[in-house]
């Protein structure tokens, strides 16, 4: 059992409990709808509670809440009297209850769970029946769907024992069947794709692919094309200046200390004195 059902088995039990104080606070009157006043944390869920005779549950049904039980329904065990907790937990239901990827709820979950109320006086000792049997018509759930909403591409959902879901086809707008209690929901599927749009989709996939590949061998092309041209411009530079070199006037040496220094083996002019004149004594 995964965490999201422990908690929404733990939520049905601590549901039953203020549901029946409900009832003890008016008095156990039977076929009036009560709703219960819950903590704040567990703010967004409404819950209320019906007690029947189950003579008259035989005979006329009922018709509370989101739910339309028709007569000739019979709670298994039986059992004097009856009481019905209804649910709706709200923006909470994704909390407990879960569908597929490739649905989306877009209801909250209802639900309604049958116990035996034949004695108030032990409240936590009030049993879940085990179900319900229809000899005639089913049980009628009744959603308020959001606007907008395809209903073609909409199904109804119960949610088993274990979390599973089991999915069955909307026969009328906003109105799902079932034969048992449980909790309940409407889902969306999202459509498939069409073929010739997987196909579509396919190519620029690959065509996006090819492009990523073209685009990394052209940088690296470019990359090493631009530092070809670098190295041969370089070597230009450097064949342009030894050729420099080697055509001009070259120097003698000498070392100084330790260092190798340039040396002119001549002078290019001779020294000549400006005026021919004896310097006077």
Sequence with gaps: MNNNISAAHSLDILLQKYAFKELLVHNRRTGSLYHSVLPTNLTGIRVSVVRLRSGSFWIRGANFSNFRIPPRVKPIPYVKRLAI????????????????????????????????????????????????????????????????????QAKCVKFNEDGSPHFSEMKHPNICLTNDQGHFAVVTVRPEPHPEKKKKDKRLLVWLIVSIVFGVFALLFIGVLGFVVYRIVKMRRIGAMENEAENGEAFDTIWVGNSKLPSATSMRTNPIIEYSESAPY
């Design 85 to 152: 907790v209804y649910q709706n937990l709200g923006n909470l239901s994704s909390h407990y209850y879960n569908v597929p990827g490739n649905y989306s709820m877009v209801t909250p979950v209802i639900g309604f769970i049958v116990y035996n109320a034949t004695n108030l006086n032990n409240v936590n000792g009030m049993k879940k029946l085990a179900n319900l049997t229809t000899t005639r018509n089913s049980i009628s759930i009744h959603f308020r769907l959001p606007s907008g909403l395809n209903i073609s």
